[in-house]
């Protein structure tokens, strides 16, 4: 498991890295693909970075189309960061080796099999978020006595 | 997959900002972890750093203590990197808490589930590292034309 996170990481800055963006900024941008639009508060609290740096982060997507800010039509008082890359033909082109050969490792399995592993995954990533929430709030403790 | 391929990335930067470490250094130290005692040139080709980067890196690491160098006992010619920050208590200590929750969601499954998961894992990791070296192949040739 632990093989698989290094690789994940180094996968994700070769990702980044072909697409000539920083790390935090893919990574941001990643965080918006599953989250859906949410505002730059929200953005800032699943990346732990700062709000000056989240807004920074912010421009220089929405820069290259990455993203977009627009009002919520929830709630007019708020600005929420739209994700626009997965319509962007090069994000596609990068992810495609790694979508094709996964499939063709997942077409190995039953489909019993599939969905044990798949229940598997959903619960390490609730175990993982929990885990990085309380790494989070231990280092800010740490850094405001 | 990609949901727990963020967190992952987000989870290993709460670590090494927990430890006080630049995330590409904990990354190598990790890979390290994984790889056994290496030499500089091998971890500069996993990590996709360059030589004199990684010579920085190793003298960074080497200086707290997580890394030391010493010639390679089947050739004397060689300079190998050996990882020492398992031992570590604040490594450890920062790692208790994800280790517990894991075999604890481990616990809930019998022993053939839990191997099928565990084969699953080996092979995404698998496909993961030939991912990675095809990224890093594929960006190489874009900056040496």
């Known amino acids: 498991m632990r093989g698989l996170g290094t690789r994940t990481v180094l996968y994700q ?8 963006l920083y790390n935090q900024d893919y990574l941001s941008v990643d965080i918006l693909r599953e989250k859906g639009p949410i505002t730059a508060g929200e953005l800032s ?29 929830h709630d ?10 997965e319509h962007k033909a090069e994000v596609s082109h990068t992810y495609h080796s790694l979508h094709t050969a996964m ?6 399995y039953t489909d019993e099999e599939l ?10 990533n609730i175990v993982l978020e929990e ?3 309380h790494l989070n709030a231990a280092s800010q403790s740490k850094t405001s006595p």
């Open 76 to 85: 007019r008082r708020k600005v929420i960061i739209v994700p626009e890359y």
């Open 115 to 124: 969905a044990l592993i798949t229940n598997f995954l959903g619960k390490a």
């Open 13 to 20: 800055q070769g990702v980044a890295s072909t697409l000539g």
């Open 103 to 108: 499939l063709e490792l997942a077409s190995s």
């Open 45 to 73: 609290k699943l990346t732990g970075l700062a709000t000056g740096s989240t807004t920074a982060l912010i421009d220089r997507l929405e820069k290259i189309g990455y993203v977009r800010r627009q009002n919520d039509p």
């Open 131 to 133: 885990q990085i929430y």
